[in-house]
């Protein structure tokens, strides 16, 4: 049995209660070691990285296995990130050999294809990879959260805020959080 390191690249901007299902679902899975939340310091109508944490602790916070990381001087986005982090020796040389580095992706959409391109670029440039470092599939794909017949979003949740539609908020946040208390002031 293989152990797994998840990377999750995203805005996440903000969180909406898919991101955090998917999230915790992966870390909550018996041979996944770690996950990271993988950002960059892009901003999307006023909502940057330093909102994603706050709001994922208000939805009710991740186990120890979740962390976050940012990549202030990313160009490309956080894919580009991904790359980076499983080319670097003293990121990969934290686990153990037996370890496959993947991509947690939901149905949504392209997303379930950056695992798909992600493996290609492997395959076609094979003196990319660092020599032991293995990548693979995850242990599964999430299954999107549908609210209303449409796919749970970033874009629908900030518009929903900038709306005030609380009804709309409250279907993309978990049932249990207010849409009203939905955080909204954070510091950079």
């Not at 805005?11 to 996944?32: C, D």
């Not at 950056?114 to 299954?143: D, Q, T, W």
Request: aromatic share 12%; with cysteine; glycine share 8%.
């Amino acid at each position: 049995m293989f152990n797994y390191v998840v990377l999750i690249p995203g805005g996440f901007k903000p969180p909406t209660v898919a991101h955090y299902e998917m999230i915790r679902s992966y870390s909550e899975w018996p041979t996944v070691r770690s996950v990271h939340v993988v950002q960059t310091s892009h901003v999307r109508e006023g909502y940057g990285p330093e909102c994603t944490k706050p709001v994922f602790e208000w939805y009710g916070g991740f186990n120890e296995k979740v962390s976050f990381i940012l990549d202030k001087d990313a160009k490309k986005g956080a894919v580009a990130k991904v790359h980076e982090l499983v080319n670097d020796i003293r990121f990969t040389s934290q686990y153990a050999t037996d370890t496959i580095y993947t991509l947690g992706v939901g149905n949504k959409g392209k997303d379930a294809k950056r695992i798909e391109n992600f493996l290609k670029y492997y395959a076609k440039y094979p003196s990319k990879r660092p020599p032991g470092v293995r990548l693979g599939h995850p242990p599964f794909i999430y299954e999107v959260c549908i609210k209303s017949g449409q796919e749970v979003s970033s874009t629908e949740l900030r518009q929903a805020l900038r709306e005030g539609d609380d009804v709309k908020v409250g279907s993309l946040i978990p049932r249990h959080r207010s849409p009203r208390n939905f955080p909204r002031n954070f510091s950079s």
